[in-house]
């Protein structure tokens, strides 16, 4: 059975900084491409960030370019999204995904497995 546990979400000031973690059990996420979603209050998932198994390149949603960044450490199985300097707007539903497709880009639909959320909340 596919797992994937995220855990590091928080409350947080704008400015402020949160690494986001996903465990994986029962599959090698260096196998996979990996990314992040979010899903805001009464708006839909949108990609954050991914790595791309095809040649491990990564891409990243315009707003978050140059504050967050996406990596995974292979031996510990586990996939991060570290995450600088926090806007209102980046409140939200963290999820972790991965795909066997190696070019998924961050399409949703492209992603088979997913965990199942991890909460931030930046505050003024």
């Known amino acids: 059975e596919v797992q994937l546990v995220e855990s590091g979400g928080d409350l947080v000031q704008a400015g402020g900084s949160l690494r986001l973690s996903c465990a994986a059990s029962?599959?090698?996420?260096?196998?996979?491409?990996i990314a992040w979603f979010r899903q805001a209050p009464g708006k839909g998932r949108e990609g954050v960030a991914c790595i791309e198994s095809f040649d491990n390149s990564t891409r990243y949603l315009d707003s978050v370019k140059g504050r967050f960044t996406i990596s995974r450490d292979n031996a510990e199985n586990t996939m991060y999204l570290q995450m600088n300097s926090l806007k209102l707007e980046d409140t939200a539903l963290y999820y972790c995904?991965?795909?066997?497709?190696?070019?998924?880009?961050?399409?949703?639909?492209?992603?088979?497995?997913w965990g199942q959320g991890t909460q931030v909340t930046v505050s003024s």
């Open positions: 029962g599959i090698s996420l260096d196998e996979y491409s």
């Open positions: 995904a991965a795909t066997w497709n190696s070019l998924p880009r961050l399409d949703s639909d492209l992603y088979d497995y």
